[in-house]
Structures are given as structure tokens and as C-alpha cells.
């Protein structure tokens, strides 16, 4: 393990083997539990709630944004490739208030702010965007550059922006080997 780490007891949970960059922005510390066996490399910047199981890779620069109602949760072995954002809430932009948050709240937007799930062995490339209330269901792959606007369908590729689905994915053995690692699936 490096000596540049992340303070992990600010956390609500932390579990084994797993390192955090120094260099991330977790805004909300105490509302965000990492699991065992998970990456979380530099510049993470997350603001929302979160909660983040075993064997994750969050790759470098990657943004979280939805404030203190959002919330993202990633189960075991899902992976998010570098520079992609997760949008858990965002201004709506149809003229119902002023944009962003430093505006009085008499005047503001109206907000979306929806969970983003991860299901387990879903996996995006990178430069992704999740938008608000989107599931990627269990085993899906979102291909580098894509904008996902819906919940997705198991074991399926999605590519585009928006993203439409392109193929099918095997999982028998994704399914062998996380048995082989202790994993119900
Ligand atoms: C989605 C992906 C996994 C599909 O890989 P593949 O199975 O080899 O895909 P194919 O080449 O068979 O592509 C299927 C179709 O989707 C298209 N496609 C593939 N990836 C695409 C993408 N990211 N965006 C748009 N279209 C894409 C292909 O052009 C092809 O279209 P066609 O049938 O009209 O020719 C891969 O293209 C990808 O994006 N991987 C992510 C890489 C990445 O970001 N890794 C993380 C590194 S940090």
C-alpha cells in the first residue's frame, strides 16, 4: 500500500483490502461505505450518497454529482472506466426557475434528483454519462462515449448516444468465476 492514502475513517464503512486515492473529493464521507477489494482512483469526485461494494473499480477522474439527496449504489464486481460522470440530479433546464444551486430557492429549477444503480458485473467504458433514475441492470456493458437516458436490459452492450442495445453478453462464466470467489449469483 502506498503512504499517500486516502483517510478512510472518515467513511461510513470501509471493509479489506481496498485503496483510495489521496487525490479524490468525497464530499460527504459519512454517507458514502466502500466494500472490500475496490479501487477508487485519483480524482473522484463524488457529492452524493453512496454505497459502493466488492471487487469496484471507480477509474481516475471520474464525477459523481447530485448533492446530499442523490445517491449511487454500485454492487459487486461493476466498474466505471476513467472520466466517465454519473448524474444522480440535475436542474431540469425548461424554464420553470434559474440554473444551479448558488440561485435563491424561491427562484430555482425544478430538480431531478433519482438513484443510480449499478446490479452486479455491470461495467461502462470510458467518458460515459448515467443520467438521473437509471438502473443498469446486472451484467451490462455501456461502450466508451455513450449517454445512457434509460434503465438498460441484462446482460446487454449498449453503445451511442443515446445508448441502444448492440449485442448480448455471456455471463456463464462471469457467473463460474465469482461462484469460484465465494459470490452467490
Ligand atoms: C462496447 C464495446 C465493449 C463493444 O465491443 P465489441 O463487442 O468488440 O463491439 P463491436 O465492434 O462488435 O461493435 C458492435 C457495433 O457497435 C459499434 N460500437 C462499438 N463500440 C461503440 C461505441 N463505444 N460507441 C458507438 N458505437 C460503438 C460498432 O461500430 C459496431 O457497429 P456496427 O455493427 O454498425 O459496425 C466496445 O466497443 C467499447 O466501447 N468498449 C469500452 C472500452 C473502454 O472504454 N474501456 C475502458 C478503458 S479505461
Request: hydrophobic letters at 35%; a neutral charge.
Amino acid at each position: 500500500m502506498s503512504t499517500k492514502e486516502y483517510d478512510y475513517t472518515q467513511l461510513k464503512k470501509c471493509g479489506i483490502d481496498t485503496f483510495i486515492s489521496v487525490n479524490v473529493e468525497i464530499r460527504r464521507p459519512h454517507l458514502v461505505s466502500v466494500g472490500s477489494h475496490t479501487a477508487i482512483d485519483s480524482g473522484f469526485y463524488c457529492t452524493v450518497s453512496a454505497d459502493i461494494e466488492d471487487y469496484i473499480h471507480i477509474a481516475p477522474y471520474i464525477t459523481v454529482i447530485g448533492g446530499a439527496k442523490g445517491y449511487l449504489k454500485m454492487c459487486h464486481f461493476s466498474t466505471i472506466a476513467a472520466g466517465s460522470r454519473i448524474i444522480c440530479g440535475s436542474d431540469d433546464h425548461m424554464g420553470a426557475g434559474l440554473v444551479g444551486p448558488t440561485i435563491p430557492l424561491e427562484f430555482q429549477d425544478n430538480l431531478t434528483i433519482a438513484p443510480v444503480v449499478f446490479e452486479k458485473f455491470a461495467n461502462i467504458g470510458t467518458g460515459v454519462v448515467v443520467m438521473p433514475g437509471v438502473t443498469l441492470a446486472e451484467g451490462t456493458v455501456v461502450g466508451a462515449n455513450s449517454l445512457v437516458t434509460k434503465s438498460t436490459e441484462p446482460w446487454t452492450v449498449y453503445v451511442g448516444s443515446p445508448a441502444r442495445p448492440v449485442k448480448s453478453r455471456p455471463k456463464e462464466k462471469i457467473y463460474e468465476y465469482a461462484r469460484k470467489m465465494g459470490y452467490q449469483v
